[in-house]
């Protein structure tokens, strides 16, 4: 009989996950030398290797591969009791992993962090931040219970609950300060810094202006809206950021903010999970905390469940 424990695999899984022993580790809150030697253990018991190891990368063997596609069926398996168990009791406790998007991470979360921290005492609290795709993805994977995102995402897969509208501003140099707002077809001609690709935002900065994804456009692409931010105050171009960012984000740069005229571009926030999941009660607890939070941000409130 082999004998594989449930932490080698939560170890494996982090590992192939991450492609890193040492990134790993960290996500598992071991040391890397634990982790290791877990990892070689099973190896060992296995008879078969599941990583190469190169001096700056790791890659799975193709029985890795293999063995990688069971361990997340297992572990999700193995998630789906615990959240069962959970679902039976009426309040909130226990691990609970959120993922954000990187345009509300810095501006939303300290306040949820806290809100939650009040309400739910008996959370614990996991959080990651990333843009949608990634996130999308460790949902359905298991690796996250619920995600904060830009609506609508629109898979059958997931349960969606809108949460608040906010509008989007347009930054610019501050010795522009005076002149009119451009509209979206002024936009289209001026130099509008942007999120690089992956980023929901950038696609609707984009829509705004009736620009194609794919259209060739002098332009900067950012890592962050703090690095769009401080471009502008040197005087590069102009860009657009979400509302909540404004005042975390202009604070420290030489830039004037503008409102659009109405019809102002603007998003949805909302948050996500599997419609399988069976603490579809609990988590819309945490749909509310997560809106009262926004509220006390005077962000604009939508429809929580």
Wanted: charged fraction near 25%; include cysteine.
């Amino acid at each position: 009989m082999i004998n594989i424990t449930l932490r080698q695999l939560r170890y494996f899984e982090a590992v192939a996950r991450l492609s890193h022993f040492g990134q790993a580790a960290d996500a598992c809150a071991v040391s890397q030398p634990a982790l290791s030697v877990q990892i070689k253990e099973l190896e060992e018991t296995l008879g078969a290797k599941l990583f190469e190891r190169g001096a700056r990368q790791v890659r799975l063997t193709r029985f890795g591969e293999e063995f990688a596609g069971r361990v997340q069926q297992i572990l999700r398996s193995v998630d789906e009791l615990g959240e069962l168990a959970r679902a039976s009791q009426d309040r909130l406790v226990g691990r609970l992993r959120i993922g954000v998007i990187p345009t509300v991470a810095p501006y939303l979360l300290p306040r949820v962090v806290e809100t939650l921290a009040r309400e739910h005492p008996e959370i614990d609290l996991r959080l990651r931040e990333t843009v949608t795709p990634k996130l999308l993805q460790e949902l359905k994977e298991g690796a996250l219970d619920i995600a904060i995102v830009a609506l609508p995402i629109s898979e059958p897969a997931f349960t969606e609950v809108p949460l608040f509208e906010e509008q989007f501003v347009l930054v610019r140099p501050e010795a522009d300060a005076d002149q009119p707002v451009p509209g979206p077809d002024r936009l289209r001609e001026m130099r509008l810094l942007l999120l690089e690709e992956g980023h929901c935002f950038r696609d609707q900065a984009l829509s705004f202006c009736s620009i194609s994804a794919s259209a060739p456009r002098e332009l900067l692409d950012g890592s962050s809206l703090s690095t769009l931010v401080q471009m502008v105050g040197a005087g590069i171009g102009v860009t657009l950021i979400p509302d909540m960012a404004v005042p975390v984000e202009t604070r420290s740069a030489n830039v004037a903010v503008a409102r659009f005229p109405e019809p102002q571009p603007k998003r949805q926030i909302g948050m996500i999970w599997r419609r399988s999941n069976p603490l579809t009660k609990q988590l819309s607890q945490v749909a509310e905390a997560v809106q009262s939070a926004a509220a006390a941000l005077g962000l604009g409130q939508g429809n929580a469940a």
